[in-house]
């Protein structure tokens, strides 16, 4: 019987288990996981400790014994693979459960072990309260402490997805929040000004906001923080969301190739130089859609498609992973962002000559009730209409637009296309040219 063991058992890792089962009900498919927690949802991490999730079990979607009962998946947690020996086809597992080692061959083996977060060089940090927002586990150290102490400080050191996410969340919870960012402004996958209302609305709701700015110190009391700006905080504690490292160690010590931006290279079956050996998920270097140049999107949706891509190429029936898009969306209170592909600095950085098209109205029918501005600018090619990027910020409707871009750059639609997009129009969703239409005709004139 084939056998395929799987490293990981969060998004690609147990999503990979599943899609292959449902593809081929004979294999033998054993997953491992060092924590003690599988399948649970990392992106709802953020709502429970908000209180907008009220039960942990509802981020937990299986368990070890309902994936054995309803998948025939057999699942090890605490069960942490230390080495992979190629030449042998098998792989060492620490069981720290029983503090023992032992070894497990494969005829496949998929990598989706994650990344971890980065922790940032702070002269002292070592004296403060620190956490970092990962695994299920981390969730509850940070839920015990918040607990514990209702009133707290907290101070979020950037302001990517994690850091808005969380600073709303904290501010839900009661605690006093500073938000410190070292970019020049708060999510900088957004271009300044659709970031500027982002921003406005965090100042709005009460954040203490730091831009352009990072710590360079703690004190030894572990509270006290020294801005480079030379503005000084107190915070009880830190949640670090700077961003994330692959955990490549095990593909770099069996010298399975690495590309140019750091994650374990693969082809579009997702298998890494050695064939029998697969990788996805935010461990991995992605093509991207757009340039089709390497890059690392560690996003969700991404994780699941690979996840796919993998099963199906182990179940003999291949399908191409045909890049990513990056499309992203993220809530900071009542305003949410949402974007695609490049921005303005990263498409400066590729050489790649672009036009802007940029639109500002409401996202219905202005004497609807509840209408609300919604900025759209979209990057692309002066040259045939090619969408190289979108951004999106507004309090309504900015899912559905970026979705609908999303589909247009997926069918390879140009940006002159989306004046043809034939949208459902009623006042209280759009307007009979809706935003996306009136992107597709400016880009026109
Ligand atoms: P993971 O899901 O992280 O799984 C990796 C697993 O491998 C981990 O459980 C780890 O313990 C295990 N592991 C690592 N090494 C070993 C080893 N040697 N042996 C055994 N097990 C090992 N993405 C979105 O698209 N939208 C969102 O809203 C969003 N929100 C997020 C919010 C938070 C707080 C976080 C942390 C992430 C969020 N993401 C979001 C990102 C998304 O969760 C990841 O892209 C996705 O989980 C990647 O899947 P993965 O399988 O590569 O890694």
Request: one cysteine or more.
């Amino acid at each position: 019987k084939k056998r395929v063991l799987v490293i990981g058992a969060v998004a690609g890792g147990a999503t990979f288990a599943s899609q292959l089962r449902m593809l081929d009900d004979k294999i033998e498919i054993i997953v491992f996981e060092k924590n003690a927690t599988m399948a649970f949802a990392n992106c709802g991490l953020p709502y429970y400790l908000g209180g907008f999730v009220k039960q942990q079990d509802h981020l937990i979607a299986a368990t070890p014994q309902s994936f054995q009962k309803d998948r025939n998946i057999e699942v090890r947690i605490q069960h942490e693979v230390i080495a992979i020996d190629r030449d042998q086809k098998k792989i060492t597992i620490q069981d720290h459960i029983k503090d023992t080692r032992y070894d497990e061959t494969y005829d496949s083996l998929v990598l989706s072990p994650g990344v971890t977060p980065v922790v940032p060089q702070i002269e002292g940090l070592s004296h403060a309260n620190c956490y970092t927002l990962r695994a299920y586990e981390d969730m509850l150290k940070i839920d015990e402490y918040v607990e514990e102490k209702p009133e707290s400080s907290v101070c979020i050191v950037g302001a990517g997805f994690i850091g808005l996410e969380m600073a709303e969340n904290f501010k839900a919870r009661g605690l006093t929040v500073h938000l410190v960012q070292r970019a020049g402004h708060v999510l900088n996958m957004l271009d300044v000004e659709l970031a500027n209302t982002i921003e406005d609305e965090l100042k709005e709701q009460g954040i203490h906001l730091y831009t352009d700015t990072t710590i360079d110190k703690v004190d030894q009391n572990g509270t006290t923080l020294h801005l480079a700006n030379g503005k000084i905080i107190e915070a009880d504690f830190l949640l670090l969301a700077v961003g994330v490292k692959p955990n490549k160690q095990l593909a770099e010590q069996s010298k399975l190739d690495i590309g140019e931006t750091g994650g374990v290279k693969v082809n579009r079956y997702m298998q890494t130089n050695d064939p029998s050996v697969y990788a996805i998920g935010d461990v991995i270097e992605t093509i991207d859609f757009i340039t089709g140049s390497p890059k690392r999107v560690p996003l969700a949706w991404v994780a699941h498609r690979q996840a796919y891509v993998a099963a199906r190429h182990i179940a003999s029936e291949p399908i191409e992973f045909k890049g990513a898009l990056g499309t992203a969306i993220c809530k900071v209170f009542d305003v949410t962002g949402a974007l695609l592909g490049h921005n303005e600095k990263s498409l400066r950085e590729k050489n790649i000559s672009f036009k802007t098209v940029s639109h500002e109205s409401k996202q219905h029918a202005g004497y609807y009730p509840g209408a609300e501005k919604l900025m759209i600018k979209v990057h692309f090619s002066p040259k045939d209409g090619k969408i190289y990027g979108a951004q999106i910020v507004g309090k309504d409707g900015v899912d559905k637009r970026i979705d609908i871009i999303a589909t247009a750059v997926s069918a390879g639609l140009t940006v002159f296309d989306l004046q043809e997009i034939e949208i459902a129009y009623s006042p209280v969703y759009s307007s009979p040219k809706d935003p996306i239409n009136m992107i597709g005709y400016k880009a026109m004139k």
